[in-house]
């Protein structure tokens, strides 16, 4: 079941939540920043062993200190105009994370909206590429969060759910 919920994707007791991380996997601002605030200086620890992870691609880690029992990191594309693969990109960032979060026999996740803060990802369609790869993966898991962090965004997602 795909479910629309606003909240701090932090606090969510999920199977697995989506990190929208950066290529050094090493933290940052946005949901990054509280992700790591949240799960402790050991989430830090486990993606520098890792040593990276390009646009497009998931890495998964422990999440430690987190409700959560696994974060999927992933990073998305930086928008550039929208005619630099970005859709292709973002695409691959849901996919891969549902297909990491099936491998590793986890049934609930959590997603914030990756690319659509600092990486400046249109919201909307962003949204419409989310929802369409939920919906081709919503029979194989209990539960597929999309976790907005304001009420605009969920208005988003509410508005294109409803009608698509
Ligand atoms: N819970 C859920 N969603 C959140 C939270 C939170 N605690 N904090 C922020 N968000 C939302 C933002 O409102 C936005 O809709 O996550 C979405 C993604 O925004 P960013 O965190 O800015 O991520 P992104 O646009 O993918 O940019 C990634 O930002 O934090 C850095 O290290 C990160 O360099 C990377 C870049």
Redesign the pocket.
Known sequence: MIRVVQ????ELHVGAIIN???TTLL?????????HRAAGPDLLMACREIGGCPTGEVRITPGFALPSKWVIHT??P?WRGGDKGEADLLESCYTQSLETAWAHDIHSIAF??????????P?QAAARIALNVMRHYDDRFDEIIV????SD?KTVYLALYDTE
Do not use: L
């Open positions: 909240g701090d994707i932090t929208a991380a950066n933290g940052g601002g946005g949901v990054d920043g509280a992700i990073v998305g930086v914030p909206g990756i690319s659509t803060g600092v990486y400046g990802y919201k976790c907005c962090f304001t965004d």
